[in-house]
């Protein structure tokens, strides 16, 4: 049934939910309260204790308006008391117009809030009052509290939601296999939606902070619900990528490559890399597609991996597509592979500067069908280039990609080519496991060896010339630096009025702070051949201090550069910072960060940059950031999509990921048909849901 049909909502409202992915009955049932407030419980006055959260039913004895001096200029001020006369006070530092209309003396009201002592005085500060007490949808209850939608009162949400509830949960039907269910002795799915939306006695009744907390079995349900889901929709994808004909490579051949293109590197490999080599190895010689991540904290070595391995496809006559993010990481590749390669290897380079002579090359060694190795931007997508025989796809740094053009780059071919995606941002398990859930993993660990840890310093005003003396002393010593911002150029608008820029700092670098070094200045709006020659020159050491955007935030590669100072770091994200300082510590001498904040002294230092400080594990930050952030912040917003979640967290539930996942994995072992009568409800909801489609249901 449609929302619009449903008794108080008319085209208007259904509208207003349709914004909202809100169209039929059951996608209401499934809208759930963000939070619950726990107003079950009413205390008295005496029994308050300061710091605590508690609801009280009081009488308004006066309430009036206080002028103040200071930083808000007035107070809006309500005395009342209890059913056993103690008085407590309630205050407002700003108010809505009309609020203190509703405060007429004799009022019985209800005020929630954290309990401060003033005094003997026990009082809240902008507490949330409710006036209405006789109301028990929201009054002597955990009351749930849903999303904001504009237009739709919280009360009438609420009314709806009953509506909805009353109509819609008789009609509801399990989805979930049974014998999981009782396995974790989760309750099944018409009562977990009605409690979640409105708890039973049991829970307003007392013990409702695990229900508060989303945490009672009902939400559990739900929770592991969506998980279960989501995890069948992955992991039934990657079981049909396996089914799915691909190239398969000689394993003697590859392996001969494989030794003859090691000896080649200037360097051992560590065994992370080896052992992600081995694992590509034994995918790549299988008949089916291989979709394999390799996530690897910034400087561990991944470029090293992906071009073993490219050019052991080459051996076998294919032709390979590398995508990075940015121009200037597939020209510092391009040149890279020359370097320790060779100047023969058939690679070419196909970036937005490329001229049409050049793409038509291109083309030429495409359609002659012979290896070649394409390294590009995006440009590799939208360019109208097609390859003859593609049989490996490399996409660095994919965190900066969506997920969607991981999928155009493979279907530039008919057959499935193995596909390698790589990332510098290492993804907590739990979103390795979701967002990256079609994917098998590898993990490069450890860093090359010889490398000295970074300090990472964090420097406020009065430390500025220590730190441009230590600068100076490094850069006499032969090293190198960059001066990171977060503008381009000044701003004249109001809240990035007080940033400096990239160009307008250059010019001071170069003439007042660092005259006896040469200055180059790079940022996203210079001509892709500026930018080009800019790198070029930093990397020769031509020049000594580059200032940049966050430009050079992925990838960029010259281990001489052991300085990097960065400006406004409050502006940055945590995985943005790390990535940034990865520029550093990547050769022999010892490399130090400056966080140059102009957070005056006295207040705290923000999270971020503690942790910046304390550690250089790439995992520990990624933690640090899902839980600062969230997963859609985590992931960026090219990605946020590819998480559906309603109620469960990635960062509260994570125990329920993990059981959900390998309840999936049992159940496409154990039952891969869905023949069982147990697996019979789920088989029901994906039919119904049109998921049905999985080529492993149909081929077998
Ligand atoms: P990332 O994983 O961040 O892409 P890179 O592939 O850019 O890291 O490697 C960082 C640096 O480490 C490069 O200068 C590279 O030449 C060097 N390197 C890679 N592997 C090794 C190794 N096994 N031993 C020594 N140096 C290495
Ligand atoms: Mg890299």
């Known amino acids: 049934m449609r929302v619009q049909f449903l008794k108080g909502v008319g085209p208007r409202m259904a509208s207003i939910f349709g914004a909202r992915d809100i169209f039929t009955l059951k996608d209401l049932l499934y809208f759930f309260p963000r939070k619950y407030e726990d107003r079950s419980q009413l205390s008295l006055v005496k029994n308050l204790s300061e710091g ?19 930083r808000f200029s007035k107070l809006f001020e309500v005395k009342a008391f209890d059913q056993e006369k103690q008085w407590i006070s309630l205050k407002w530092f700003r108010i809505f117009k009309g609020f203190e209309a509703k405060f007429e003396p004799g009022t019985k009201i209800i005020a929630t809030g954290a309990i401060k002592a003033f005094g003997s005085i026990r009082e809240m500060i902008h507490p949330e009052i409710q006036f209405d007490l006789e109301d028990d949808v929201n009054v002597g209850r955990i009351v749930p509290v849903y999303t904001e939608i504009d237009g739709v009162p919280t009360k009438t949400l609420r009314r709806i939601l009953d509506t909805a509830l009353n109509l819609g949960v008789p009609a509801l039907k399990e989805e979930l296999p049974s014998f999981f269910l009782k396995r974790h002795r989760l309750p099944p799915l018409p009562a977990a939606i009605r409690e979640v939306h409105f708890p039973s006695e049991n829970h307003s009744k007392g013990n409702g902070s695990d229900f508060t907390s989303f945490k ?21 994808r990657r079981m049909d990528l396996k089914k799915e004909q691909g190239h398969a490579l000689d394993s003697e051949k590859l392996k001969k490559s494989m030794d003859l293109l090691r000896s080649k590197l200037p360097f051992t490999l560590t065994k992370g890399q080896e052992a992600t080599l081995q694992e590509i190895s034994k995918d790549v010689v299988e008949s089916h597609p291989m979709n394999r991540l390799l996530q690897g904290d910034v400087g561990a070595g991944k470029t090293a991996v992906a071009f073993v391995s490219a050019l052991a496809f080459m051996d076998q006559g294919y032709q390979v597509a590398f995508m990075a993010p940015t121009e200037i990481l597939a020209e510092q590749h391009f040149q890279n592979i020359l370097k320790v390669f060779g100047a023969d290897v058939p690679a070419k380079l196909l970036v937005g500067k490329t001229t049409n002579a050049e793409r038509k090359l291109i083309q030429g060694l495409l359609d002659e069908n012979r290896p070649a190795l394409i390294i590009g931007t995006h440009a590799l997508i939208e360019d109208p280039v097609k390859f003859k025989n593609l049989g490996y796809v490399i996409i660095d740094e994919q965190h900066r990609f969506g997920v969607d053009q991981r999928r155009k780059l493979r279907e530039k071919s008919m057959i499935q080519p193995h596909t390698l995606v790589m990332t510098a941002t290492p993804i907590p398990r739990t979103l390795a496991l979701t967002a990256y859930g079609d994917l098998a993993v590898s993990l490069i660990r450890e860093r090359p060896p010889g490398r ?6 964090l420097v406020r005003g ?38 400096k820029s990239a160009v307008t700092s250059a010019e001071t670098l170069a003439n007042e702070v660092f005259p006896e070094f040469k ?11 500026d930018k080009a020659k800019i790198m070029e020159r930093f990397r020769s050491n031509e020049v000594q201090i580059l200032v940049s955007t966050t430009v050079v935030e992925v990838g960029v590669d010259v281990p001489n550069a052991t300085i990097m100072v960065i400006e406004h770091p409050e502006r940055f994200g945590l995985s943005q910072l790390h990535q940034l300082r990865g520029r550093i510590g990547r050769g022999k001498h010892a490399s130090t960060c400056f966080l140059k904040t102009d957070r005056p002294q006295h207040l705290p230092t923000p999270e971020r940059l503690e942790v910046m400080c304390e550690t250089e594990d790439g995992f520990l930050i990624a933690e640090a950031d899902l839980e600062l952030r969230g997963p859609g912040e985590f992931l960026g917003t090219r990605q946020s999509g590819a998480l559906p979640f309603k109620i469960a967290s990635l960062v509260r539930d994570q125990e329920w990921l993990i059981k959900a996942r390998e309840d999936v994995l049992e159940l496409l072992k154990q039952d891969p048909e869905l023949k069982s009568a147990d697996s019979k409800p789920f088989k029901t909801y994906l039919e119904n849901s049109g998921k049905l489609d999985s080529a492993h249901l149909k081929t077998s």
Do not use: C, W
Request: net charge negative.
């Open 462 to 499: 009065p430390e500025h010339g220590k730190m441009i003396e230590f600068i100076k002393a490094e850069l006499r010593a032969g090293r190198q630096a960059y001066f990171i911002f977060p503008l381009v150029n000044d701003s004249e608008e109001e809240s990035f009025k007080h940033l």
């Open 519 to 529: 200055v180059g200045l790079l940022h996203g709006q210079l001509p892709p051949a």
């Open 452 to 457: 000295t840890p970074i300090q990472t310093k």
């Open 52 to 70: 605590n959260s508690a609801s009280v039913e009081l009488t308004v004895h006066q309430a009036f308006m206080r002028p103040l001096r200071g």
């Open 216 to 236: 009672s079995p009902a939400h559990q349900r739900l929770i592991y619900e969506e998980f279960f889901k989501f995890e069948y929709h992955m992991l039934s």
